[in-house]
């Protein structure tokens, strides 16, 4: 099994639009967010149809991320995930 490199948070489609957001990890080991938004809400406050987005983590903090969000996602190791 290989390790994961990108999961797919979100992939909406409508009828008035589309939005998305991946989470990957770049050949450099950091960690990247990339989304896009797209349709008519957009085109109206950003004047384009599509708007494009991108947030890097250096590879440095990862594991500083992951730490927090475990924390923020359990209660304790003898409960479920909080929903």
């Given at each position: 099994m290989q390790p994961i490199k990108a999961i797919?948070?979100?992939d909406d489609k409508t009828a008035d639009g589309h939005n998305?957001?991946?989470a990957k990890i770049s050949?450099?080991?950091d960690l990247i967010l990339e989304g896009v938004d797209a349709g008519k809400d957009v085109e109206k406050f950003f004047g384009d149809s599509d708007y494009e987005y991108w947030l890097t983590m250096s590879k440095d903090f990862k594991e500083t991320m992951l730490l927090h969000l475990i924390k923020e996602r359990f209660s304790s190791v003898h409960n479920r995930p909080l929903a």
């Amino acid at each position: 099994m290989q390790p994961i490199k990108a999961i797919v948070i979100y992939d909406d489609k409508t009828a008035d639009g589309h939005n998305a957001l991946t989470a990957k990890i770049s050949e450099s080991g950091d960690l990247i967010l990339e989304g896009v938004d797209a349709g008519k809400d957009v085109e109206k406050f950003f004047g384009d149809s599509d708007y494009e987005y991108w947030l890097t983590m250096s590879k440095d903090f990862k594991e500083t991320m992951l730490l927090h969000l475990i924390k923020e996602r359990f209660s304790s190791v003898h409960n479920r995930p909080l929903a």
